[in-house]
């Protein structure tokens, strides 16, 4: 049976969301998948307001009898296609693996790998990552939580839709244990330094590369030496009429004394996503933070 397409979820909310209505319709191997795998992979949430990206407020996972083990749990938000968390969980199995995402078409895909894998240690939930950090995890609950190339709401007026703020972040660490670790990556310079800031003044996070590669081996100053970020799509980024925020993407703003930035996290294989980052010369910020 086709699920319900997804309705609109602003009425409830107080603060923009993160993300936008994309396609929901499933069709083909991904309407069956969805059919088929999510009983068994897709958490089966209470929502609020008839918007199946919410849930309610009262909700908390049990999240042992979500996976049938109790285990280190790792929670990869923005999962998008899957490719990312399929690929840890495999090589990983002692820990528990959950996939917050709300892509229906994404959590399908995600579903088929798991399946095809033969995963038993992930479980998906279309969710607002934001929302179900506010009560539905448990706090103290994730030994890690990946945020990777989350949406990068490039123009200035639309920052306010960025999902790593101050709020997400103090959301981040109510549900991570003491020492667990936050990892995010993004390919726009003007976003990474947004995390960077957001994370070092939070006060519940120690970067664990605190001013590692910063100068000439930043990858920041590396960005606007080379200006990569001044093209968007072939076209010049123009003042006024900007696709990117022209804050931290010019040509020649200096040199990044701060750094911080981690190595490439070994856990994260390239995704689509990040391929094609990288064919059109972006480079990847990685950050690493230790909970409190
Ligand atoms: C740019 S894609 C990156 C996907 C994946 N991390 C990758 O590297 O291929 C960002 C993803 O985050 C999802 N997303 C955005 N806001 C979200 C939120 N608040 N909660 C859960 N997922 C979200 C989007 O639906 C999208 O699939």
Known sequence: MEPPTQTPDQPYRTQPVSFVRRGSRL?????EAWDELAEDFLLDLPHVHGSDTSVAPDFVLDLHAAFGRPAPLIIEVGS???????????????????????????????????????????????????????GMIPAGA????????????????????????????????????????????TDWSSYAVQMRAVLDASGHFDNLHDGERSGERSPLTQVWESGVETVVGGAP??????????????????????????????????????????EAGRMVFDLAYRRR
Do not use: C
């Open 27 to 31: 069709q083909g191997r991904r309407r």
């Open 80 to 134: 998008g296609l899957g490719e990312a968390i399929a690929h840890a969980a495999a090589h990983d199995p002692d820990r528990n693996y959950l996939a917050l995402e709300v892509y229906r078409p994404g959590l399908a895909q995600t579903m088929l790998r798991i399946s095809q894998e033969q995963l038993t240690n992930v479980r998906t939930a279309q969710v607002d990552a934001a929302a179900a950090f506010a």
């Open 142 to 185: 994730a030994a890690e939580v990946w945020t990777f190339f989350p949406d990068p709401w490039h123009k200035a007026r639309h920052h306010k839709r960025r999902l790593v703020k101050e709020d997400y972040v103090e959301r981040v660490a109510r549900v991570l244990e003491p020492g667990g670790v936050f990892r995010l990556a």
């Open 237 to 278: 980024v123009r003042e006024g009429k900007d696709p990117v925020s022209t804050g931290n993407t010019g040509v020649n703003e200096g040199v990044d004394l701060v750094g911080g930035w981690a190595p490439r996290f070994d856990g994260r294989i390239p995704t689509s996503f990040e391929n094609k980052a990288l």
